[in-house]
């Protein structure tokens, strides 16, 4: 089975000590960026004192906010009071929204962040294959749009992206079995899309610092997936 979005060393770089030191290393980030410091240089700091890995610099990295961005994501999200009121088509960050299932139902570590999103560590790089877990993972998409009565929705793909028209075709193919509206873009800077849009499907911290609204769906999906290595720092 292909396990996206691991490798070998996470069973020592995300359990027991490292984790813990892990833990301890996010606050005194949180700490930083809290001050003003840009997460780049940040991380780095932290990761040189206890010499982390790269891997565990970017999880770093994707887990922590400033409290004010923080703050920020959670006013323009519209399911803490409840699903009412939300928008009539939603928009999804298609890769980013899909990779993240596929890592979860991987057995591959997904990151409990502070702004409450859930985040991993793979990498697209232009280059993204079908696995066996892309069916589901979009299943388990449609199948929360369809709980929270969401009428329509489009993914939204990179097209410098390899195979993203063959993903296309999964996620058509996929929604035949649903009552949702569903279509598919392949545009070259998604992120600049969505950024101006409400109704935003997305873990990505840029798009969520600019969208005008946006659906925290992935923790409902993902508690129903078995077997989860979840980790929160």
Same mark, same amino acid.
């Given at each position: 089975?292909?396990?996206?979005?691991? &490798?070998?060393?996470?069973?020592?770089?995300?359990?027991?000590?490292?984790?813990?030191?892990?833990?301890?290393?996010? !606050?005194?980030?949180?700490?930083?960026?809290?001050?003003?410091?840009?997460?780049?240089?940040? +991380?780095?700091?932290?990761? #040189? /004192?206890?010499?982390?890995?790269? =891997?565990?610099?970017?999880?770093?990295?994707?887990?922590?906010?400033? +409290?004010?961005? %923080? /703050?920020?994501? $959670?006013?323009?999200?519209?399911?803490?009071?409840?699903?009412? #009121?939300?928008?009539?088509?939603? /928009?999804? !960050?298609?890769?980013?929204?899909?990779? +993240?299932?596929?890592?979860?139902?991987?057995?591959?570590?997904?990151?409990?962040?502070?702004?409450? +999103?859930?985040?991993?560590?793979?990498?697209? =790089?232009?280059?993204?294959?079908?696995?066996?877990?892309?069916?589901? *993972?979009? *299943?388990? %998409?449609?199948?929360?749009?369809?709980?929270? $009565? &969401?009428?329509?929705?489009?993914?939204?793909?990179?097209?410098?992206?390899?195979?993203?028209?063959?993903?296309?075709?999964? %996620?058509?193919?996929? *929604?035949? *079995?649903? !009552?949702?509206?569903?279509?598919?873009?392949?545009? @070259?800077?998604?992120? =600049?899309?969505?950024?101006?849009?409400?109704?935003?499907?997305?873990?990505?911290?840029?798009?969520?610092?600019?969208?005008?609204?946006?659906? $925290?769906?992935? @923790?409902?999906?993902?508690?129903?997936?078995?077997?989860?290595?979840? &980790?929160?720092?």
């Amino acid at each position: 089975m292909s396990r996206r979005g691991y &490798i070998p060393e996470d069973e020592k770089q995300f359990k027991g000590q490292q984790l813990e030191l892990l833990k301890k290393a996010a !606050d005194e980030v949180q700490f930083l960026l809290d001050q003003g410091y840009d997460v780049k240089p940040t +991380t780095t700091f932290v990761g #040189n /004192h206890y010499m982390f890995s790269e =891997r565990q610099r970017l999880a770093l990295a994707r887990s922590v906010s400033a +409290t004010e961005w %923080i /703050h920020i994501r $959670n006013s323009r999200e519209l399911l803490q009071n409840g699903a009412k #009121n939300l928008p009539k088509t939603v /928009h999804i !960050d298609g890769f980013n929204t899909i990779i +993240t299932l596929e890592v979860a139902l991987s057995g591959s570590p997904i990151f409990y962040c502070r702004d409450a +999103t859930i985040r991993d560590l793979a990498g697209l =790089r232009g280059t993204y294959r079908i696995i066996e877990q892309t069916q589901k *993972a979009v *299943a388990l %998409i449609l199948d929360q749009l369809t709980y929270l $009565n &969401i009428s329509e929705a489009c993914f939204y793909l990179d097209s410098p992206v390899s195979n993203s028209g063959r993903l296309s075709g999964v %996620i058509r193919q996929c *929604a035949e *079995a649903y !009552d949702i509206s569903v279509k598919t873009e392949i545009i @070259p800077d998604v992120d =600049r899309v969505l950024e101006q849009l409400e109704g935003v499907i997305s873990g990505d911290a840029i798009i969520l610092n600019r969208c005008i609204s946006w659906l $925290n769906i992935m @923790p409902e999906i993902i508690e129903q997936i078995e077997s989860v290595w979840k &980790i929160q720092l």
